[in-house]
């Protein structure tokens, strides 16, 4: 019995032999990236791009997708590569083990791919995909704050610019502000000067759990091995992964039109 077999009850033929062609790329494999990009193999789009820097790490076991003992140390890309692989043999997976930054946001965007999805959840790579994706007009959907987080019922899907409750939309929206980049005024509000580009998004409006200092002793915002030292956030398998679950979602159904 195939593995799509119930697909295409649900998508019908056209539909699963459009998705059997379609190209979808993911950037960050954390929680919410990974969880969407098993989704989009097990819903059976046929070529996924992936992106992430990192490697699998004891701490990701409480929510990554493909988080196990026997992946440990392994390379998120290759990690996901594997299990899509044993889901569907005949899946096209191109690895790309890299942090985008500056002026190669632009360059890494895979040729081809129908929609994107931005799953990074550091500042200025995000910000960087953010303006490349809407510079060269892509379709796609961005995840914003997960950590912290025990209520998936309360995320969102909307514009990020009618976000709240979000300090990394927040933070996002000031440095795409400081771009060029605004969203369009509401009704008797004045209009920001700026490209108006619409931003959709995952967003919870949730109360996050501050996150704790690093236990090695070092500093946030300092930075070690060329790497930014960031606070240690709370996570569990809740919101991540109901996150990741809206936006693969979200991509499917806008490449069939649904």
Not at 57 to 84: C, I, P, Q, W
Not at 166 to 172: G, I, N, S
């Amino acid at each position: 019995m195939p593995f799509d077999e119930r697909l295409e009850i649900l998508w019908g033929a056209q539909n699963l032999a459009v998705l059997k062609k379609a190209h979808v790329c993911v950037y960050g494999l954390g929680g919410v990236g990974a969880t969407a990009a098993m989704d989009l193999v097990r819903a059976g789009v046929g070529r996924i791009s992936v992106i992430d820097f990192d490697r699998v790490h004891e701490s990701n076991l409480n929510r990554l997708y493909f988080g196990y003992a026997d992946t440990v140390g392994m390379r998120k890309t290759e990690a996901f590569a594997r299990f899509a692989r044993n889901i569907n043999g005949e899946i096209e997976i191109a690895q790309m083990d890299k942090l985008v930054s500056g002026e190669e946001a632009a360059a890494s965007l895979p040729a081809g791919a129908q929609f994107y999805l931005d799953c990074i959840d550091t500042l200025n790579p995000k910000v960087n995909l953010l303006q490349a994706l809407l510079n060269e007009r892509k379709h796609f959907i961005s995840s914003l704050g997960t950590a912290g987080r025990i209520r998936p019922e309360l995320l969102k899907i909307g514009s990020i610019w009618e976000s709240h409750d979000c300090p990394l939309a927040q933070r996002v929206r000031q440095r795409l502000r400081r771009l060029g980049i605004v969203g369009k005024a509401k009704k008797g509000k004045k209009q920001d000067a700026g490209t108006i580009c619409s931003i959709t998004c995952v967003w919870s409006d949730e109360l996050a759990v501050k996150p704790a200092m690093p236990t090695d002793g070092s500093i946030p915002g300092a930075t070690v091995d060329g790497m930014r030292v960031r606070a240690v956030q709370g996570s569990s398998p809740f919101v991540p992964q109901a996150a990741g679950h809206l936006m693969a979602s979200y991509a499917v159904r806008a490449i069939l039109g649904l």
